[in-house]
């Protein structure tokens, strides 16, 4: 084990560790998008930028070390995390209470935890139109955060081939989706595609609402919860 300080209370990590896992294992709570739980960091969000003695990074890309000095609450840093994730709320088009995955969305439920109001930043209403030409997936592109989950850990399982991938840059990018390699995603894929996409851009067909509202997972448990003690409700 070492020894390091968060909001200024001394900590314990185990060595090695991921910083976003040992704050969490500390009951300290930063947020995250891209990020997952023993993945390597994809570190596209920037959503749990924390200050790491004195310098603003991203937590999900940092190893913990012994007398590392860290501030997750500091208001500056806090509010530039908010900033992010309203940035990213500004950069699609998010209508909450028709999206199947209200209530099961991270960024929605990010924004909860960030205390986000309204964005700061003009909102763009990108034009980005729907794909729907795979057999059991459609894309909901408005809703993409390019966060690239999809496109680095689902892959064709006899090929490992990429499914997904980013065409385009900056406004004019969009999500895409090999149609033939999709087709053959087994059902136990078609979900987990659908799970790992943090908003609801990537959804299955023909099972809209199979989770009723009221027992999703963030309306059982808030992503902090899930973050600082653990999952109840997959
Ligand atoms: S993807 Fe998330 S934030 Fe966007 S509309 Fe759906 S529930 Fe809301
Ligand atoms: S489709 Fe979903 S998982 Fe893929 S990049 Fe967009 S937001 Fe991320």
Redesign the pocket.
């Known amino acids: 084990m070492i020894k390091l300080v968060i909001d200024g209370k001394p900590v314990e990590a185990e060595e090695g560790a991921n910083l976003v896992e040992a704050a969490g294992e500390n009951g300290v709570y930063i947020p995250t998008l891209?990020y997952l739980k023993g993945e390597p960091c994809i570190g596209t969000c920037r959503v749990c930028s924390v200050r790491v003695n004195g310098n603003v990074t991203a937590a999900c890309s940092v190893t913990v070390d012994d007398g590392m000095e860290v501030d997750v609450d500091e208001p500056e840093v806090a509010d530039m995390r908010r900033a992010l994730v309203e940035a990213l709320f500004a950069e699609g088009n998010h209508n909450c209470p028709s999206c199947e995955k209200s209530g099961r969305c991270e960024l929605q439920a990010v924004g909860y935890e960030t205390g986000m109001v309204v964005s700061r930043f003009p909102y763009r209403y990108p034009p980005r139109d729907r794909d729907v030409g795979a057999r059991h997936l459609w894309?909901e592109?408005d809703?993409?955060?390019?966060?690239?989950?999809?496109?680095e850990h689902i892959r064709d399982r006899t090929s490992g081939h990429k499914i997904?991938s980013?065409n385009g840059r900056g406004s004019r990018a969009r999500?895409e989706i090999d149609v033939e390699l999709a087709d053959q995603m087994p059902p136990e894929q078609v979900r987990e595609a659908m799970d790992?996409?943090?908003?609801g851009?990537?959804l299955e067909k023909r099972v809209g609402f199979d989770v009723p509202m009221g027992q999703r997972k963030f309306e059982v448990q808030t992503h902090r919860e899930r973050a600082t003690e653990g999952t109840s409700n997959e």
């Open positions: 891209c894309l592109r809703r993409c955060i390019f966060c690239q989950r999809c496109v997904f980013i999500i790992i996409c943090p908003v851009c990537i």
